[in-house]
């Protein structure tokens, strides 16, 4: 399998990592800082507020009760209709696009639960982002994080996160060996600033 490059102008940044790890801090900070250096970057997440990142919202706080494959397929088609509708339409500009969370985060929480390769497959027409950074923490630390946002939500369970970081660090071996997909490990006990320029100065050896 093989999944399409992007061959736009403008390059896809992703950060994934478990709940907790920082991701909208380090996604808002380095779009800041890139900008800072005149890059033109725009920041967007999943799950979008689209119509399949509602149904999600709403199995997420546990208002609705959604089976695990229903899951897995609503977040992989509110990543194609954020891929049309957001991602490529900047792309084709030439803008910089960060993406908090992507299909890594499908292939790593839901994974937990299904077959990986089938999750993979349901991910094949999207875009492999030209650099992906995993913010790796602790669950325990993740979870001092957590705290502080006083939220329950589906995923915030210390051992399940342990498993799905155990998933993130499968998943991202795999990218790196069979698909030559450029991941960098970060660890997420740094200082955010120190995160933040790690993250930058990779990005801007692609730009
Ligand atoms: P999160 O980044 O926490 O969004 P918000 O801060 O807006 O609530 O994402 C919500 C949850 O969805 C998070 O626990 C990770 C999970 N998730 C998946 O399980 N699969 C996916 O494909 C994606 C994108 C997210």
Same mark, same amino acid.
């Given at each position: 399998?093989?999944?399409?490059?992007?061959? &736009?102008?403008?390059?896809?940044?992703?950060?994934?990592?478990?709940?907790?790890?920082?991701?909208?801090?380090?996604?808002?900070?380095?779009?800041?800082?890139?900008?800072?250096?005149?890059?033109?970057?725009?920041?967007?997440?999943?799950?979008?507020?689209?119509?399949?990142?509602?149904?999600?919202?709403?199995?997420?706080?546990?208002?609705?009760?959604?089976?695990?494959?229903?899951?897995?397929?609503?977040?992989?088609?509110?990543?194609?209709?954020?891929?049309?509708?957001?991602?490529?339409?900047?792309?084709?500009?030439?803008?910089?696009?960060?993406?908090?969370?992507?299909?890594?985060?499908?292939?790593? &929480?839901?994974?937990?639960?299904?077959?990986?390769?089938?999750?993979?497959?349901?991910?094949?027409?999207?875009?492999?982002?030209?650099?992906?950074?995993?913010?790796?923490?602790?669950?325990?630390?993740?979870?001092?994080?957590?705290?502080?946002?006083?939220?329950?939500?589906?995923?915030?369970?210390?051992?399940?996160?342990?498993?799905?970081?155990?998933?993130?660090?499968?998943?991202?071996?795999?990218?790196?060996?069979?698909?030559?997909?450029?991941?960098?490990?970060?660890?997420?006990?740094?200082?955010?600033?120190?995160?933040?320029?790690?993250?930058?100065?990779?990005?801007?050896?692609?730009?």
């Amino acid at each position: 399998m093989a999944f399409p490059r992007n061959t &736009y102008d403008g390059k896809l940044i992703v950060i994934e990592g478990i709940d907790g790890a920082g991701l909208s801090t380090q996604t808002a900070a380095v779009k800041e800082a890139l900008e800072h250096e005149g890059y033109k970057v725009c920041k967007t997440k999943e799950p979008t507020d689209g119509p399949a990142g509602a149904v999600i919202r709403l199995a997420l706080t546990h208002r609705i009760s959604l089976t695990a494959h229903s899951f897995a397929l609503l977040f992989a088609a509110d990543r194609m209709d954020h891929l049309h509708n957001e991602v490529v339409p900047e792309l084709e500009k030439g803008t910089t696009v960060i993406c908090d969370r992507y299909f890594f985060s499908n292939m790593a &929480y839901q994974g937990t639960e299904l077959d990986r390769a089938w999750i993979k497959e349901l991910n094949r027409d999207c875009l492999l982002p030209d650099a992906t950074f995993f913010l790796d923490v602790d669950p325990f630390v993740s979870e001092d994080r957590r705290s502080v946002r006083h939220r329950t939500e589906y995923f915030e369970k210390r051992e399940t996160l342990a498993r799905i970081r155990k998933e993130f660090i499968d998943v991202f071996e795999e990218f790196e060996t069979r698909h030559d997909a450029r991941i960098r490990t970060i660890r997420g006990d740094k200082a955010i600033m120190d995160v933040t320029r790690e993250i930058v100065n990779d990005v801007s050896q692609l730009l």
